[in-house]
Nanobody
Framework: QVQLVESGGGLVQPGGSLRLSCAASGIIFSIYHMGWYRQAPGKQREWVAVISSGGSTNYVDSVKGRFTISRDNAKNMVYLEMNSLKPEDTAVYYC????????WGQGTRVTVSS
């Protein structure tokens, strides 16, 4: 059974930082591209960042320079380090795993507010 479990969300003030984690099980983690998406209230889910099975990364323009995606294949973990957070980063953040199939986690909520 494939599981992706996100953690690390919470309430943070503008300018603050959070580190999201995603624990994967039931897949051969190293062959999957891993991504983070987010869905803000009343908006469609949008792609945020991806890290390939080989470690290449890419980001949506709105988070470039502020967010960093990384992975630890030994631990089956993917992370999203988020710095200089803005109110518009408020969303539920989802982890996904992409190969021949795509899997999603249940999400972790991030609220950026003073």
């Amino acid at each position: 059974q494939v599981q992706l479990v996100e953690s690390g969300g919470g309430l943070v003030q503008p300018g603050g930082s959070l580190r999201l984690s995603c624990a994967a099980s039931g897949i051969i983690f190293s062959i999957y591209h891993m991504g983070w998406y987010r869905q803000a209230p009343g908006k469609q889910r949008e792609w945020v960042a991806v890290i390939s099975s080989g470690g290449s990364t890419n980001y949506v323009d709105s988070v470039k320079g502020r967010f960093t995606i990384s992975r630890d294949n030994a631990k089956n973990m993917v992370y999203l380090e988020m710095n200089s957070l803005k109110p518009e980063d408020t969303a539920v953040y989802y982890c996904n795993a992409i190969s021949q199939k795509t899997y999603w986690g249940q999400g972790t909520r991030v609220t950026v507010s003073s």
